[in-house]
């Protein structure tokens, strides 16, 4: 349910063009991935390709399936587990003139109560002889919603992004890079599953539930900045830092270093860690101190004040398979990451004994994997 | 927003006076390391928009992720 | 200011534009500047040994895709061209011979290749895009220069070869 207008936010699953003065080879990708934390279980596969025709033109498509079984802390507090699929298809097209590519991206995403349409339109150039390299992209989203039981709802989401993508040389072993995006979105913005939780003395626990109630508009703005290193025995690290804010009055910091070592020809592993962290938005409550306590009521433990931790891992393994003669070179890469979510102001409301408002803080940890080849032709 | 006016007329200065031509500190046979794929903002891309999907789904942060550029300076 | 104007984007626009960078320069007719590398075939060669010929040079690298890509193209124009006076000569512009030297075991070409593993060369020749291919005629000046590679930009070095190749020494 309502997987995917979280989804699709992050666009399609065709990244933005990188060097503008040269297409990206020819790959296909077949990834399976996995995620189970919190109750919640999603695998499924994610398959990409992409070829290029004369150095000109590139074409590129994927498919993606989530597969999901939840029994999450929200589900099970008002509602009861459900399995679900969501299914996300999407082409993309670039064209590269003197140093300036071109492109547009179209996907799908689709499950039972919600569709999705997003268009993205792109243009990258390199200037300042390659040093520096800027896109610029706006992405359209079309989204309808509608409910599970209830044939008489359906409401939509209007979202517009623009956003700006710098990368910089900046010495002959550093690379920079910048990006600014602002996110508006029109429509109805939240989940028609989902309940907030007020203190009712009449009720046997004590509390009850109502419908949450959502502003229909939200813009938010994000700005990171990174930075990539060689390092002379040949490794990379890399840091990341992203500023977001929006008008839900949402502030969050997003800091992340990355390390990638390559052990001779074929071998080459990667970790991670990334620090995670967040206000809540001005309307969120874990629990309010009445029925309709005010015009706009949350308690999607996404929009309290929380904290995440992730810790990465993964490893390559590059080589050129005799068997498969038109692949030039391929690679099997295994990748795992240990995520721990803490909530400073979201309480597991399914824990008993406690009076309302005094439950433990949730949080939880979660297992990620993506198992994928990657061949090059 | 005056100073909007006065950035964007520095900008379209800055433009006309040529400055395509600035010389590169970083000529382009010095560039092996950048062009290492080590080197690469994202080496898997398939991989690297599950996990952005991963976190956009569950942190009220999104945007502002994607990487171009850097590479090999050819063409 | 209530007003929108359309002033800062036609500015951003025309500074996009501003910075096309054009494919080929202009020639001109300057003594190509001498030079004298190893050579992977041993010994060394020098840009004086071959006046007389037309010579073409290869600015190139393993890590560069384009160049790569080229290489093909310039072993059918050494093979076909080097009967009538032509020579090719491809400048490696790498550190270290490792990675060309395993790229050429897979890629093998019939032309010399040299090395300039510190960039002197590139550097007096003034390479600004890789790759960059000059054209020398008999007299040793440079009449021809080629920045960057797109499949195609073969027949370009191929017209010049033959007005340079038609010159007297």
């Given amino acids: 349910m309502q997987l995917t207008r979280a989804a699709v936010v992050a666009l399609a699953l065709l990244p933005l063009p990188a060097a503008a003065a040269v297409l990206p080879e020819d790959r296909a990708d077949l990834l399976y991935h996995y995620y189970d934390g919190g109750g919640v279980t999603i695998d499924g596969p994610s398959v990409l390709v992409r070829k290029k025709f004369a150095e000109k033109y590139g074409v590129s498509a994927n498919y993606y399936v989530d597969m999901v079984s939840s029994a999450s802390i929200d589900v099970i507090t008002t509602a009861s587990p459900y399995t679900e699929t969501r299914t996300q298809y999407g082409v993309g097209f670039e064209y590269l003139r003197n140093k300036v590519t071109y492109s547009a991206a179209f996907s799908n995403s689709s499950e039972n109560d919600y569709e999705a349409d997003t268009a993205t339109l792109a243009i990258s150039q390199d200037m300042f002889g390659d040093l520096t390299s800027v896109s610029l992209f706006f992405t359209r989203g079309w989204d309808d919603v509608t409910r599970r039981g209830d044939a008489t709802f359906a409401d939509e989401i209007d979202r517009r992004i623009y956003g700006v993508d710098i990368s910089q040389v900046a010495t002959k072993n550093m690379v920079l890079g910048l990006s600014y995006e602002t996110i508006t979105e029109e429509g109805f913005l939240n989940n028609p599953y989902r309940q907030v939780r007020y203190l009712d003395p009449d009720a046997a626990r004590g509390f009850s539930f109502e419908p949450e109630r959502y502003p229909r508009t939200r813009t938010g703005n994000a700005l990171s900045l990174r930075a990539r290193y060689f390092l002379p025995y040949r490794a990379a690290i890399q840091g990341d830092y992203r500023f977001y804010t929006d008008t839900w009055d949402i502030l969050a910091h997003t800091a992340e270093v990355s390390y990638t070592h390559p052990l001779d020809e074929e071998w080459t592993f990667d970790v991670r860690y990334r620090y995670y962290t967040q206000d809540a938005a001005e309307f969120y409550s874990d629990l309010f101190p009445r029925s309709d306590f005010q015009n706009f009521l949350a308690r999607d433990k996404e929009l309290s004040t929380m904290t995440s931790h992730t810790l990465g891992f993964g490893v390559a393994y590059e080589f050129k398979s005799p068997r498969i003669t038109f692949l030039k070179r391929s690679s099997l890469n295994l990748r795992y990451d240990r995520m721990r979510f803490e909530y400073d102001d979201f309480r597991d409301a399914t824990a008993t004994g406690f009076a309302p408002g005094t439950e433990p803080f949730y949080s939880f940890d979660a297992d990620v994997i993506r198992f994928f080849f990657s061949g090059w032709f | 927003m005056k100073a909007a006016r006065i950035a964007a007329l520095l900008l379209f200065a800055a433009a006309a006076c040529g400055c395509s031509r600035v010389e590169p500190w970083v000529k382009p046979y010095e560039r092996e390391n950048i062009a290492d794929p080590i080197m690469a903002w994202d080496r898997d891309p398939v991989s690297s928009s599950y996990m952005r999907h991963v976190y956009e789904a569950r942190e009220g942060a999104r945007g502002a992720l994607g990487a171009s550029g850097g590479g090999c300076g050819c063409n | ?57 290869n600015f190139w690298a393993s890590w560069c895709g384009p160049c790569r890509k080229e290489f093909p193209a310039l072993d059918q124009i050494y093979a076909k061209y080097k009967p009538m006076g032509f020579t090719l000569v491809a400048i490696n512009v790498e550190s270290e011979k490792a990675d060309a030297e395993k790229f050429l075991a897979t890629t093998p070409a019939s032309f010399p290749i040299l090395f300039d593993p510190d960039n002197r060369v590139s550097g007096s020749y003034g390479v600004s895009a890789m790759p960059t291919t000059v054209l020398v005629d008999r007299q040793g000046r440079v009449r021809w220069q080629h920045r960057a590679y797109k499949p195609g930009d073969e027949a370009k070095y191929i017209e010049q070869i033959r007005a340079a190749l038609r010159e007297p020494a």
């Fill in chain 3, 1 to 57: 200011m209530k007003k929108t104007s359309a002033f800062p984007v036609a500015a951003l626009l025309a500074a996009l534009a501003a910075f096309a960078w054009p494919a080929a320069a202009t020639d001109g007719a300057v003594p190509a500047p001498a030079f004298t590398l190893a050579s992977r075939a041993g010994g060394e060669v020098s840009l004086a040994d071959l006046k007389g010929q037309v010579v073409m040079i």
